[in-house]
Nanobody, 123 residues
């Protein structure tokens, strides 16, 4: 009963920045975690970042730690991913996800997924 729509993807040069947005709609009151995942061609889906909907707890994959920042606006049902110092290996389809239950790990237990937004980083 939750719909997620990502936006903000595009083509950027290496070293540049991009901010992704995810709008949640529907019955969002049961959301406990929001996360970002990505999938590059020929690779498995990869956890990127997550945030607890209440409070300031966040978690990042080692590959993006120090470069990406996840944030959220509960009042507007929005989650963001600020991506800095982008590298060609960051090229992927980025997906927003919502969880109504807390899993053992940040990358687990997501119930709803967006359609994805393409991020392409050129050399």
């Amino acid at each position: 009963q939750v719909q997620l729509v990502e936006s903000g993807g595009g083509l950027v040069q290496a070293g540049g920045s991009l901010r992704l947005s995810c709008a949640a709609s529907g019955r969002t009151f049961n959301i406990v975690n929001m996360g970002w995942f990505r999938q590059a061609p020929g690779k498995e889906r990869e956890f990127v970042a997550a945030t607890r909907w209440s409070g300031g707890s966040t978690w990042y994959a080692d590959s993006v730690k120090g470069r990406f920042t996840i944030s959220r606006d509960n009042a507007q049902n929005m989650v963001y991913l600020q991506m800095n110092s982008l590298k060609p290996e960051d090229t992927a389809v980025y997906y927003c996800a919502a969880a109504e239950r807390i899993g053992a790990r940040w990358q687990e237990s997501y119930d709803y997924w967006g359609q994805g937004t393409q991020v392409t980083v050129s050399s």
